[in-house]
């Protein structure tokens, strides 16, 4: 059984900084895509960055390029997001998702599961 488990969100500043990690389970963590979406409220489910299945090749929206790092541990089969210089417009609920191929397109929604998310709230 495929399980994505986000974690590391929370209530920070404008300007602040987080770590978001997502395990993953029941599947080949290595063979895969991953990725990371966002849905803040009242607004549709947004891309936000994805990363092949062996961490060497990435993508992002362009309303994150610059501040936001994806990567990955296969070892530890655990996907991270690190954000910087955060501001309110990136609140929004934080989602890992698993990809059914090794390295989708960038922007590409054609993944087949999806954890049940970490809040991100960026509020002074």
């Known amino acids: 059984q495929v399980q994505l488990v986000e974690s590391g969100g929370g209530l920070v500043q404008p300007g602040g900084s987080l770590r978001l990690s997502c395990a993953g389970s029941g599947f080949n963590f290595e063979d895969y895509g991953m990725g990371w979406f966002r849905q803040a409220p009242g607004k549709g489910l947004e891309w936000v960055s994805t990363i092949s299945n062996g961490g060497g090749t990435w993508s992002y929206a362009d309303s994150v390029k610059g501040r936001f790092t994806i990567s990955r541990d296969n070892a530890k089969n655990a996907l991270y997001l690190r954000m910087i210089s955060l501001n309110p417009e990136d609140t929004a609920v934080y989602f890992c998702?698993?990809?059914?191929?090794?390295?989708?397109?960038?922007?590409?929604?054609?993944?087949?599961?999806r954890g049940q998310g970490t809040q991100v709230t960026v509020s002074s």
């Open positions: 998702v698993k990809y059914r191929t090794w390295w989708p397109h960038a922007g590409s929604r054609d993944y087949d599961y």
